[in-house]
């Protein structure tokens, strides 16, 4: 299994509070991705990072940033939370773009009240 | 752009019976393709990839799929369903020239009768 890990892996919060997830990577894979996965819906990328400091937006950014200061490192910060951010969130990375695989952690339930 | 179809969200086979689940992409040019599965409150597990070689890609837990381009379909088919095979199964285009983002389907849950 590729070496990815996520924290918290369960959280619940409440509405208005800030939260940030984060992806810790072993790998030294130069892509990492957030996604969102809501039933009926499959994954969702959220923002994805090409190299430290290097991010750009997915199809579902509102609510959300995302740094990178180190290659391991990829956090998720919801300034302030919502109820419709409840989600399972995933962290993928990728080795190179072009014909690659992404990988992905084991996934942090958020549960915003 | 790139989008995936899958045709069926859930689907119900008996053990010992062929799988097939569907999956039609839209892509721009020669897509890369991947299904994966995800168990019950489990991450995702890369079953098999196609990336532009031989059409019928062969993967894990015996499962294949078949790349038929005039189709536009990326297939997933297994001969003999296992109770194990019990999950949720994502199809997935890759945007391989844009940072390798990936397109999912909403995915399919097997379910296998005893």
């Known amino acids: 299994d590729a070496g990815i890990t996520q924290s918290p892996r369960h959280k619940v919060t409440e509405t208005g509070t800030p939260v940030t997830l984060r992806c810790h990577q072993t790998e030294n894979h130069r892509y990492m991705y957030w996604y969102r996965q809501d039933p009926g819906h499959g994954l969702r990328l959220i923002h994805y990072?090409?190299?430290?400091?290097?991010?750009d937006k997915g199809e579902v950014s509102d609510g959300y940033s995302v740094s990178r200061s180190k290659t391991e490192d990829f956090l998720l910060t919801l300034e302030s939370a919502t109820s419709s951010q409840t989600s399972v969130y995933f962290c993928?990375?990728?080795?190179?773009?072009?014909?690659?695989?992404?990988?992905f952690g084991p996934g942090t339930r958020l549960t915003v009240l | 752009a790139q989008s995936v179809t899958q045709l069926d969200s859930h689907v119900s086979v008996s053990e010992g019976t062929p799988v097939l689940l569907r999956c039609n992409y839209s892509?721009?040019?020669?897509?890369?393709l991947f299904w994966y599965v995800q168990h019950p409150n489990k991450g995702l597990q890369l079953l098999l990839k196609y990336t532009s070689a031989a059409t019928l890609v062969k993967g894990i837990n015996g499962f294949e799929a078949e790349f038929k381009k005039s189709e536009t379909s990326f297939h997933l088919t297994k001969p003999s369903a296992h109770m194990s095979d019990a999950a949720e199964y994502f199809c997935?285009?890759?945007?391989?020239?844009?940072?390798?983002?990936?397109?999912f389907g909403s995915g399919t849950k097997l379910n296998v009768k005893p």
């Open positions: 997935v285009v890759s945007d391989r020239d844009n940072f390798n983002k990936f397109y």
């Open positions: 993928a990375i990728s080795e190179r773009t072009g014909e690659d695989t992404q990988y």
């Open positions: 990072s090409y190299g430290v400091k290097d991010t």
């Open positions: 892509s721009s040019y020669s897509p890369s």
